[in-house]
């Protein structure tokens, strides 16, 4: 299953995440606008699902324009990738993606305006496929870590929805599933969006991984109680010195993994990784709908006059991770020099 995707009548096709777990289905865009709002309000999140959805969104914008030339077409394009970068400002993956477009559309290789437009839907299903392809090789290393018998606390959502397919920390957890290890998996409910119950929970059920649902506050009791071995989730951003920018929560959880002795890791591509931020405190965190907070999918819990804060992100400092799980393998501290040389080997590799 692909959380995001193009059609043969040239629409972008994505899950409804909103909608999981009551039901799977999808929705259609052929306005590269629409693919930002839908970004925004969290249709499709997680950040390399976030990231495709916008290299399709820049491929749907080079339809959109009607320009013959190529000038127009790029100032259009520009446009459109200014939009699209706001949608969600702290996943990195997402302006990204946006920034790798507007050089294919710029590639001077292109003589005609619609030379760019079959290239940059080229370049975005090339960027689907390789994400898949991906986040199995990062679950292959990060499987390495876990035990038979092992139960593994996850935070957010971080599988297949989060992705164009199989996962990142997630993914690691059902490689290991694949490869025959009997594994039990504790989800953070992770509020105020719920995507550890709504989200991963529902994965684990459609894949047949063993799991039990927490309240966000119980992962200190039970690793307290000895019963978690190892710590999984994943990362919205990665700064140079290893600080790790993700859902809210994990801060809290890497500290209590620390004081329990319990290794903590991060799991994500390489892309998520911006070595212009020198720390995590550089990273700019998303303050969402205090409504989230209020009334969490329609249900009033406390009155809409009661003032909320609704930080969408916060930042794990790097000394309280035991490692960086990426596709070129386990990245181990120093982070500032080991986390470099991991993005410098797969530049060189795509060179």
């Known amino acids: 299953m692909r959380t995001v995707e193009w059609t043969e009548n040239n629409r972008v096709r994505m899950v409804d995440q909103r909608q999981i777990p009551w039901t799977l289905s999808y929705v259609e865009f052929d306005d590269y606008r629409e693919v930002a709002q839908a970004i925004s309000e969290m249709v499709v999140r997680g950040a390399p699902a976030i990231g495709v959805s916008a290299a399709f969104a820049m491929a749907l914008a080079a339809r959109q324009c009607p320009a013959l030339d190529v000038g127009s077409l790029l100032e259009f394009l520009e446009v459109a990738a200014v939009i699209l970068k706001k949608a969600r400002p702290t996943a990195v993956n997402l302006a990204w993606a946006v920034d790798h477009m507007m050089v294919e559309a710029r590639d001077e290789s292109h003589d005609r305006a619609n030379d760019i437009r079959v290239a940059l839907l080229a370049e975005a299903q090339r960027m689907a496929d390789e994400d898949v392809a991906t986040n199995k090789r990062i679950a292959e290393h990060g499987a390495e870590l876990i035990k038979d018998g092992d139960t593994i606390l996850h935070h957010c959502n971080t599988g297949m929805l989060a992705t164009v397919d199989y996962g990142t920390a997630l993914g690691v957890i059902r490689m290991a599933y694949e490869q025959g290890k009997k594994i039990h998996v504790l989800l953070d409910e992770t509020r105020p969006r719920l995507q550890g119950a709504r989200l991963s929970a529902w994965e684990c059920e459609q894949l047949g991984i063993s799991y039990?649902?927490?309240?966000?506050?119980?992962?200190?009791?039970?690793?307290?109680?000895?019963?978690?071995?190892?710590?999984?989730?994943?990362?919205?951003?990665?700064?140079?010195?290893?600080?790790?920018?993700?859902?809210?929560?994990?801060?809290?959880?890497?500290?209590?993994?620390?004081?329990?002795?319990?290794?903590?890791?991060?799991?994500?591509?390489?892309?998520?990784?911006?070595?212009?931020?020198?720390?995590?405190?550089?990273?700019?965190?998303?303050?969402?709908?205090?409504?989230?907070?209020?009334?969490?999918?329609?249900?009033?819990?406390?009155?809409?006059?009661?003032?909320?804060?609704?930080?969408?992100?916060?930042?794990?400092?790097?000394?309280?991770?035991?490692?960086?799980?990426?596709?070129?393998?386990?990245?181990?501290?120093?982070?500032?020099?080991?986390?470099?040389?991991?993005?410098?080997?797969?530049?060189?590799?795509?060179?």
Do not use: W
């Open 212 to 351: 039990e649902i927490l309240p966000d506050t119980a992962a200190g009791y039970f690793m307290r109680r000895g019963e978690i071995n190892l710590v999984l989730y994943g990362a919205d951003r990665v700064a140079a010195n290893g600080d790790v920018v993700n859902k809210i929560g994990s801060y809290q959880i890497a500290v209590l993994a620390r004081e329990n002795r319990i290794p903590c890791y991060s799991v994500f591509p390489l892309s998520t990784v911006d070595l212009t931020m020198p720390n995590g405190d550089a990273i700019p965190i998303e303050l969402r709908d205090p409504a989230e907070v209020r009334a969490p999918y329609g249900c009033e819990i406390v009155p809409h006059t009661y003032r909320v804060r609704n930080p969408a992100f916060d930042i794990t400092p790097q000394k309280y991770l035991a490692g960086l799980i990426t596709e070129v393998g386990i990245v181990l501290p120093p982070f500032d020099e080991s986390l470099r040389r991991a993005v410098e080997s797969v530049k060189v590799a795509g060179a």
